[in-house]
T-cell receptor, first 115, second 111 residues
Framework: DTGVSQDPRHKITKRGQNVTFRCDPI?????LYWYRQTLGQGPEFLTY????????KSRLLSDRFSAERPKGSFSTLEIQRTEQGDSAMYLC?????????????FGSGTRLTVV | DAKTTQPTSMDCAEGRAANLPCNHS???????VYWYRQIHSQGPQYIIH???NNETNEMASLIITEDRKSSTLILPHATLRDTAVYYC????????????FGEGTQLTVNP
């Protein structure tokens, strides 16, 4: 069990640029979640996948955000035309998807700063 | 999912037990109580969960009142590394469920 890996750990980008984050979940986990966290707040749900199917998207996920999980393995979260309000920690988590459904393993996150 | 209420912050002396309360007075019969913590600049970490009975693992104990309207997370011998934000989350374990975080309790363990 190597845990959930996220890449990069930090990203600084100029307003208007596109950014893409990657998440590698625990291999036997079929559920993958993306959350966003701003300073002083708890993580906010963005979207989740069961295998390769994206089952739910939050209203927080504007049209500029897109997430994929090809082949049900790693996932990418892309933000197009970044805005300063997108600055946050982006967290990925995975779970088995059966049994203890809410027992997630989180990655260390990608901190995005839009300047 | 039922709403939870936690104190904003708590302090604890190193080596003493840390008792973190959570109120969930609107909890329904099939909702679980989950606890996670988040150490600064890291992702949240699962601690423990329970439905009705008290639970214990290598990290902590979870005490759920008989009416299930509140619970307490107990760290028996707090260390400086237990300084973190602790989240109490109540939710059903159905296929469509996912974790909804509040603002949690900032626990500071002092030397």
């Amino acid at each position: 069990d190597t845990g959930v890996s996220q890449d990069p750990r930090h990203k600084i980008t100029k307003r208007g640029q596109n950014v893409t984050f990657r998440c590698d979940p625990i291999s036997e986990h079929n559920r993958l979640y993306w959350y966003r966290q701003t300073l002083g707040q708890g993580p906010e749900f963005l979207t989740y996948f069961q295998n390769e199917a994206q089952l739910e998207k939050s209203r927080l996920l504007s049209d500029r955000f897109s997430a994929e999980r090809p082949k049900g393995s790693f996932s990418t979260l892309e933000i197009q035309r970044t805005e300063q309000g997108d600055s946050a920690m982006y967290l990925c988590a995975s779970s088995l998807g059966r049994g203890e459904l809410l027992r997630y393993t989180f990655g260390s996150g990608t901190r995005l700063t839009v300047v | 999912d039922a709403k939870t209420t936690q104190p904003t912050s708590m302090d604890c002396a190193e080596g003493r037990a840390a008792n973190l309360p959570c109120n969930h007075s609107t909890i329904s019969g099939n909702e679980y109580v989950y606890w996670y913590r988040q150490i600064h600049s890291q992702g949240p970490q699962y601690i423990i969960h329970g439905l009705k009975n008290n639970e214990t693992n290598e990290m902590a104990s979870l005490i759920i009142t008989e009416d299930r309207k509140s619970s307490t997370l107990i760290l028996p011998h707090a260390t400086l590394r237990d300084t973190a934000v602790y989240y109490c989350i109540v939710s059903r374990e159905t296929s469509g469920s996912r974790l909804t975080f509040g603002e949690g309790t900032q626990l500071t363990v002092n030397p």
